[in-house]
């Protein structure tokens, strides 16, 4: 359990080091007037969240990552397929904006 605890929050360290590049360039758009949008998730992607910038959700996953610490083994197995899917949503997310960004 451990283990897989360890590596969630490995992955979502990656996630904020690329989120705080992203979250530069969203609000360099913004300030320049493009990049009109409300949320960076649709509704539907499973975060409680909605933002704009992708630091808010970050924080949301962290949360996640960190009270599966308390959490027994019955309860991470329910949680995990959760966040896993939101963990590979933020990093596909990031590595196409920042593919399209440049």
Do not use: C, W
Not at 40 to 59: H, N, Q, T, W
């Amino acid at each position: 359990m451990q283990a897989i605890i360890q590596t969630l929050s490995e992955n979502v360290q990656v996630i904020y080091r690329k989120s705080i590049d992203a979250d530069q360039v969203i609000s360099r758009l913004q300030h320049d007037g493009k990049g009109k949008f409300s949320a960076v998730f649709a509704e539907d992607a499973g975060f409680i969240i909605s933002s704009r910038l992708f630091k808010p959700y970050v924080e949301e996953l962290a949360n996640e990552v960190l009270a599966l610490e308390k959490t027994t083994q019955d309860s991470l197995k329910e949680q995990l397929p959760s966040l896993v899917m939101k963990i590979e949503l933020m990093l596909k997310t990031l590595n196409k904006f920042q593919k399209t960004a440049r």
